[in-house]
């Protein structure tokens, strides 16, 4: 099998199709280059490697194919270190070659593996704004988008995914994952997603109820006996709940609504607490414990949408 691919690579004649295509959809398309990423796909990278380091030797620079050629370097890399500094080469010293953004969506997807959300974001930007045309964007807003979300960057994200799903053409399969990341923007107008880890969490959860309460609660002496009248009542308290899940801050009061009767809907009590520059918080609750809050997001961001987070209340 290995003589046979190189015998046929030797001979530039390689077919790219199939089900190995699907699976290197950003691999080189050149025929003798697809067949070494391919090859490296199938376990033999030291002989991919050795392949391509020899074609590259003898290509000068200035062949039109150089930059494809060194795109697949940087695809049989041994290390992730040598991927990266390939793909940067690319980027720097070949940006108006066909490869350019390409390495780049490389390098996007090579930094949310090893979870360099910051780069990330970077990346994805210089994608949008130095090849605004190019076919990878839809691909770059996925990982932008995840990348922006897990920073609780909600509009960047949301605005990425929007631009995405405009060009992602008949890429049902992408177009579906884009679809279903921008359901986390679909609250409506005029919404301001809060932070994940807003100020009051960052400094701490409010003081617990049962630490300055009575451990063991203390029962008043019944009334003295007035004749044949049952002694009155002690009221009960309900238990303390600290805890809610803000939905979103928004300002358009006919969104507002919209959320609120969603949330009791649910089944859950809604509140609408004031912030900054006009906006309001609505949250639904009441929880005993953060836990308990916890628990209940995925319910709560199924009937209201958007991306819950569970905060203090105030």
């Keep these: 099998m290995m003589a046979r691919r190189l015998l046929v690579l030797g001979a530039l ?12 959809t950003l691999g080189p398309t050149t025929p003798r280059f697809a067949e070494i990423a391919r090859l490296a796909q199938d376990g033999y990278g030291d002989s991919a490697r050795a392949m391509i380091a020899r074609i590259i030797k003898a290509m000068p620079r200035t062949d039109p194919a150089y930059a494809e050629a060194l795109y697949t370097v940087g695809t049989v890399a041994r290390t992730g270190d040598s991927t990266r500094a390939v793909f940067d080469r690319l980027v720097v010293d070949f940006a108006p070659s066909p490869w350019a953004d390409k390495s780049l969506l490389r ?17 994805t930007n210089r994608i949008f704004s130095d090849f605004p045309q190019s076919p990878v964007i839809p691909d770059a807003a996925r990982w932008g988008a995840r990348a922006a979300f897990s920073q609780q960057k909600m509009q960047m994200g949301c605005d990425w995914l929007t631009k995405g799903i405009a060009k992602v053409g008949d890429d049902l399969e992408l177009k579906n994952q884009l679809l279903y990341l921008k359901q986390s923007c679909n609250l409506g107008p005029d919404v301001q997603y809060a932070p994940r880890n807003p100020d009051s969490l960052r400094q701490g959860p409010p003081p617990r109820v049962a630490d300055t309460a009575p451990r063991t609660p203390v029962t008043p002496p019944p009334p003295p006996s007035t004749g044949n009248k049952a002694p009155a009542k002690t009221p009960v308290t309900s238990a303390a709940s600290p805890w809610r899940i803000q939905v979103a801050a928004i300002r358009d009061k006919k969104v507002i609504a919209q959320v609120v009767r969603k949330i009791e809907a649910a089944g859950f009590k809604s509140y609408e607490v004031p912030g900054p520059n006009g906006l309001t918080r609505v949250q639904a609750g009441p929880f005993a414990t953060r836990a308990a809050a916890l628990a209940a997001v995925p319910k709560v961001k199924a009937a209201a949408g958007g991306s819950p987070i569970v905060v203090p209340q105030p």
């Design 107 to 123: 390098l996007i997807q090579l930094d949310f593996g090893l979870g360099k959300t910051d780069l990330v974001l970077t990346e």
């Design 13 to 24: 004649v390689v077919p790219f199709a199939g089900p190995v295509a699907a699976q290197l």
